[in-house]
């Protein structure tokens, strides 16, 4: 058991801002702090998994088509910042990779009732819905 206390890591990142720490400290219970090298990968697209992940230290890149010909980079993301969230949505299936652009740490998020949570905290899902706008429309001025 870690003996990281992720409440004010969880309170930091603008997902969970507007959460009670009751709350969080239930969320808390959940997580695990992950560390990976630069350039390596910790989460591939296509894969089914329903963690969340934030960026405790370094930056990460968020690619589509990793590997391929058509790989493409949509967004870099550093500390504070969350991704996964599209999988807690649907129905667990990544749709980006995202690989560690220097060495980072990120906390994994997993075993939590997020539709339970939004109930209690409707910010939770304007909070998600304006971060999917701005990388939507990220990746609309890519492809243009």
Known sequence: MSDIDFVPILANVSLFSMVDRRPLKKIAKNCELLQYGAGQVITTEGDRDGRLFIVHTGRVRIMKNLGTDREVEVATLGPNSYFGEMALIGDFVRTA????????????????????LIGKYPSLAVDMMQTLARRLRDVENQLV
């Open 97 to 116: 990779s995202v690989v560690a652009d220097t060495d980072v740490e990120v906390v994994a998020l997993g075993n939590w009732n997020f539709r339970e």
